[in-house]
């Protein structure tokens, strides 16, 4: 059974830049697309950027296109999201998951983003 840990959240300043991290444990992920996700106070979950399994290619809600970056490094089954330039709005619980073709693993406990203004 794969277990995802989500860390790397905190509190930022509008403006600031915060790097997560996904580490799984129990199988590897290297041939999963994997996606990161979040859920704002009262919102649905939603995904914010995914990338492929080789990382050649990826993907970018149009919220935090040119912001945010995902990537991945298959030798420690671990994903990142690198944010920069955040905002209030991006404020959220970070998830990881795979996204695309396939069931989705279990969901890990995520990690808070809190921006403040």
């Known amino acids: 059974q794969v277990q995802l840990v989500e860390s790397g959240g905190g509190l930022v300043q509008a403006g600031g830049s915060l790097r997560l991290s996904c580490a799984a444990s129990?199988?590897?992920?290297?041939?999963?697309?994997m996606g990161w996700f979040r859920q704002g106070p009262g919102k649905e979950r939603e995904l914010v950027a995914a990338i492929s399994w080789s990382g050649l290619s990826t993907y970018y809600a149009d919220s935090v296109k040119g912001r945010f970056t995902i990537s991945r490094d298959n030798a420690k089954n671990t994903v990142y999201l690198q944010m920069n330039s955040l905002k209030p709005e991006d404020t959220a619980v970070y998830y990881c998951n795979r996204e695309g073709q396939g069931e989705r693993l279990p969901w890990g406990q995520g990690t808070q983003v809190t921006v403040s203004s």
């Open positions: 129990g199988r590897t992920i290297s041939r999963y697309n």
